[in-house]
């Protein structure tokens, strides 16, 4: 069974960073297009950030372009998401999610992704 936990949430003052983290088990991320989505209460889930199977390209909401950053350790079977310059409006639960097929490119769809974390939650304060 793949289960992806989400870890590196908290409660932050705005204009500081966080690093989030996706770990996986049950199925490696190799070879598979992982994604951060985010939800804030009285919001639908929202695209955040996505990286392709291998690492060569990723995708970002206009909303966190040029703050934030996805990277992948396929060593380590890691995902992360850097936040920089954090904005109240950054509050929300982010999940992580794992492609369903193998080869996906960096999506914003989230039908592209079977498998979703937990997720954690960052507050962000003004």
């Known amino acids: 069974q793949v289960q992806l936990k989400e870890s590196g949430g908290g409660l932050v003052q705005a204009g500081t960073s966080l690093r989030l983290s996706c770990a996986a088990s049950?199925?490696?991320?190799?070879?598979?297009?992982v994604a951060w989505f985010r939800q804030a209460p009285g919001h639908e889930r929202e695209f955040v950030a996505a990286?392709?199977?291998?690492?060569?390209?990723?995708g970002y909401a206009d909303s966190v372009k040029g703050r934030f950053t996805i990277d992948r350790d396929d060593f380590k079977e890691m995902v992360y998401l850097q936040m920089n310059s954090l904005k109240p409006e950054d509050t929300a639960i982010y999940c992580c999610a794992q492609g369903g097929r193998q080869f996906g490119d960096s999506s914003a769809r989230a039908g592209e992704y079977d498998y979703w974390g937990q997720g954690t939650q960052v507050n962000v304060s003004a």
């Open positions: 990286v392709n199977w291998n690492g060569g390209a990723v």
């Open positions: 049950g199925r490696s991320f190799r070879g598979y297009a």
